[in-house]
């Protein structure tokens, strides 16, 4: 069973930077595509980023330009680094393994999240 923990969201203003963790627990982390997610309130979740097994990373337009994921296989760590974080970017943001091919997440069992608020 795999399970992920997030970690690091907190309350920035506009302009700000936060680094996001996540701690992958189960086998085959190396093997999986890894990708980040976001739910804000009264909306869909969405994709934010994607890192491959090969270490290529896929972002939407939204935040192609501000948005860095990265990996760690030893540890078993998806981390994404935001900047020049928005009021839009607001929401609960959650890891997961991704579908290949798709930005689709894996698995049906997400952790708790990290809230990211972007306020003034």
């Known amino acids: 069973q795999v399970q992920f923990v997030e970690s690091g969201g907190g309350l920035v203003q506009p302009g700000g930077s936060l680094n996001l963790s996540c701690q992958y627990s189960?086998?085959?982390?190396?093997?999986?595509?890894m990708g980040w997610y976001r739910q804000a309130p009264g909306k869909t979740r969405e994709w934010v980023a994607v890192?491959?097994?090969?270490?290529?990373?896929n972002y939407p337009d939204s935040v192609a330009d501000r948005f860095t994921i990265s990996r760690d296989n030893f540890k078993k760590m998806v981390y994404l680094q935001m900047t020049n974080l928005k009021p839009e970017d607001t929401a609960v943001y959650f890891c997961?393994?991704?579908?290949?091919?798709?930005?689709?997440?894996?698995?049906?069992?997400w952790g708790q999240g990290t809230q990211v608020t972007v306020s003034a």
């Open positions: 997961n393994a991704v579908r290949i091919g798709t930005t689709v997440p894996l698995s049906d069992d």
């Open positions: 189960g086998s085959a982390f190396s093997s999986n595509r």
């Open positions: 890192v491959a097994t090969t270490g290529s990373t």
